[in-house]
């Protein structure tokens, strides 16, 4: 038996002495994104398949240096903007906005251990799960890296307060350090009620964190929008696997799978949701992916909800008919008018255009689609579904606001068609980006020319 070079001793080790394997999409020190070219890094990040798919596509990876300098840049803005002393975020896309860390994403959304403190002075401290320091050493923006940001009743039971108390502290003595003694302006994204309880009895005037980080996201530069593209790249190409390996006597769950597997293995990071349906279950819709086997001449519809390389989403939705059975009057009349809905309402984005205003002059359904409706008919998106949320002309009265566009902005533009008692529905969705002139749309995906002929 040959001897593997990783093992040294009778201990499975890595051998801190030997030359890092390079990978091979780059000769040189660096990936094309400005990260090290090594193997055996800590940091996550797209694949060699990704990076030789964008460059066959033209496009241009993120600089991540940048990247991460520029949205911290864009929080302390807004904390300057709304003259508050510091930003505290325990939401695992914050997270990642303002310090680039990963760990454990989906797990950390319910186990909420994790929290990052912003000053005003864009000084960053991130208390991280225990033993991960390694995580963030490749990070110079994170200056000061803590650990006990832990008081939720699975991790602390009865000593939540105690816990949450000695937190709060923390979090009081570097707010004195960096902001002054009299700072008490502190804006939370999220927090269990023993530590917001701890944070008011030290004093701060707790403030709404969500409406900073959300307003500081929503503006996109060349080079975020550059790993937006990735992203979406990448997720058209585990689509395309999708559609190809869709075929009557697959199950949907099977079919997802090539969905999710197509992002993982481009360096992609989960996918939030399992919405896919085939046949009578796209109606109604947001039904999930499920045992059911497709047969020739099934509708297969799916919203991708796909975060991807860099973190950032890719929120397209398709439809498709399965097998080799010609689409029915009905299927083509239902396409047709959801694909007339998106290219309408996408032609009224630019910049200056008012969130109400989209949602008065937006194409209106026809009243008997009108009950299923999709719950917008735009929305913002960038490490994930972000702000604005843009629905409907009936639901201005119970939820509408009012905004306004901005170039940068990224949005979602989508619909579902399904009368009450239909056969079927159709969901078909874009993902675009507000410019100085008008809109570009950033999707490159095909629609069904046998549903749209």
Request: hydrophobic share 40%.
């Amino acid at each position: 038996m040959s001897a593997d070079p990783l093992v040294v001793g009778a201990a499975r080790k890595i051998d801190p002495y030997r030359t890092p394997a390079r990978r091979r999409i780059a000769n040189g020190e660096t990936l094309p994104d400005g990260t090290p070219n090594d193997y055996d890094r800590v940091e996550i990040g797209p694949s060699d398949l990704a990076f030789e798919e964008w460059a066959a596509l033209g496009l241009t990876p993120p600089n991540l240096e940048r990247l991460r300098a520029y949205r911290l840049s864009r929080l302390v803005g807004e904390l300057a903007r709304r003259e508050i002393d510091a930003l505290l975020v325990f939401d695992p896309l914050n997270i990642r906005y303002a310090t680039d860390t990963t760990n454990m994403q989906l797990w950390i959304t319910h186990n909420p251990c994790r929290a990052c403190l912003v000053t005003a002075d864009g000084h960053v401290t991130l208390w991280d799960f225990h033993a991960s320091d390694h995580l963030s050493a490749h990070l110079p923006l994170v200056k000061d890296l803590r650990h006990g940001a832990s008081f939720f009743y699975f991790e602390s039971a009865e000593r939540g307060a105690e816990h949450a108390a000695r937190f709060a502290g923390e979090v009081a003595e570097i707010v004195r350090e960096r902001c002054g003694p009299a700072a008490r302006r502190l804006a939370v994204d999220k927090i269990e009620i023993a530590g917001l309880r701890a944070l008011e009895a030290l004093g701060f005037h707790v403030l709404e964190g969500q409406a900073v980080t959300e307003h500081a996201r929503k503006i996109k530069d060349a080079n975020e929008l550059n790993a937006m593209r990735c992203a979406i790249a990448s997720c058209e190409a585990a689509m395309a696997e999708m559609e190809e390996a869709a075929q009557p006597g697959m199950t949907e769950v099977d079919a997802w799978a090539v969905l999710q597997r197509g992002n993982h293995i481009r360096g992609g990071e989960w996918i939030e949701t399992r919405i896919l349906s085939s046949g009578p279950r796209t109606n109604p819709w947001f039904q999930e992916c499920g045992p059911r086997v497709m047969r020739d001449g099934d509708i297969l519809a799916f919203d991708t909800d796909l975060v991807g390389p860099y973190g950032y989403c890719a929120d397209l939705s398709r439809t498709w008919k399965i097998g080799e059975a010609p689409p029915s009057d009905y299927e083509r009349d239902l396409y047709k008018r959801a694909y007339a809905h998106i290219q309408t309402n996408m032609a009224l984005l630019g910049p200056g255009v008012s969130f109400r205003e989209l949602m008065e002059r937006g194409e209106k359904l026809p009243a008997e689609y009108r009950q299923q409706r999709y719950g917008v008919m735009y929305h913002g998106v960038g490490l994930c579904d972000e702000y604005p949320s843009l629905r409907y002309p009936e639901d201005w009265g119970a939820c509408g606001y009012d905004g306004v566009l901005e170039p940068g902005m990224c949005l979602c533009v989508e619909v579902y068609f399904g009368e009450v008692g239909g056969p079927c529905g159709v969901k078909l969705e874009d993902q675009v980006v507000v410019t100085e002139t008008g809109v570009e749309n950033l999707t490159r995906y095909p629609f069904d020319a046998r549903l749209l002929a």
